[in-house]
């Protein structure tokens, strides 16, 4: 089985500008969840979609959407970046065993200039 | 709401020495708790999870973590350390259990010394 992927790997941008990153679930995978991990946060949970609906939402302003497609490919978005925004921006996805067990993608590294 | 703390954010060890890396949890509902590793410039691999049932819990690579209740501690064990051991490691409990969300450690980078 293909594992999670990530489009694209790394990506710069200014601030003022928005950008959207893309992540394929491993096949069969229902339910995509997206983390930030910075240097001085770690890891932080932005949201989490099952069978197209938001299921679960971090703590995270407006700014961070997302949506699920129905084969249940993954876009987050963010608007109006700061430079804060930089991160590894990583998507993980779960299947319908008994614990939901999460699968990650290997990120995608956003440089806000 | 659900917390970690991982005790430490480096540990040092010689290579065939014990691994100990600490992980304490803050939960109100039985949790469910994980162990990820990260390698630089990657994503994050399940070492080992604890659901339910047996409190000691073995993952790939040779390493455990024995659940304690008592003691809302989950830490991760490997009695002989390699050198490809050395990375990052996130200590995660499940949010709640209507999703997947997790919530992490602050993590704790290891490295081992020949």
């Known amino acids: 089985k293909a594992g999670v992927t990530q489009t694209p790997r790394y990506l710069i941008k200014t601030r003022g500008q928005q950008v959207t990153l893309s992540c394929s679930p491993i096949s069969g995978h229902r339910s995509v969840s997206w983390y930030q991990q910075t240097p001085g946060q770690g890891l932080q949970f932005l949201f989490e979609?099952?069978?197209?609906?938001?299921?679960n939402k971090g703590n995270f302003p407006g700014r961070f959407s997302g949506r699920q497609f129905s084969n249940s490919r993954s876009e987050m978005n963010v608007s109006t970046l700061e430079l804060g925004d930089s991160a590894l921006y990583l998507c993980?996805?779960?299947?319908?065993?008994?614990?939901?067990?999460?699968?990650f993608g290997p990120g995608t590294r956003l440089t806000v200039l | 709401a659900q917390s970690v703390t991982q005790l430490g954010s480096h540990v040092s060890v010689s290579e065939g020495a014990l691994v100990l890396l600490r992980c304490n949890y803050s939960s109100s509902v039985p949790p469910y708790l994980f162990w990820y590793v990260q390698y630089p410039n990657q994503g994050l691999q399940l070492l080992l999870k604890?659901?339910?049932?047996?409190?000691l819990v073995k993952g790939i690579n040779g390493f455990e973590a024995e659940f304690k209740k008592s003691e809302t501690s989950f830490h991760l064990t490997k009695p002989s350390a390699h050198m490809s051991d050395a990375a990052e490691y996130f200590c995660a409990v499940r949010e709640n259990q209507a999703g997947t969300a997790l919530i992490f450690g602050k993590g704790t980078t290891l490295s081992v010394s020949s």
């Open positions: 604890y659901t339910t049932g047996a409190t």
């Open positions: 979609y099952f069978s197209e609906t938001q299921r």
């Open positions: 993980a996805s779960s299947g319908l065993s008994s614990y939901n067990e999460q699968f």
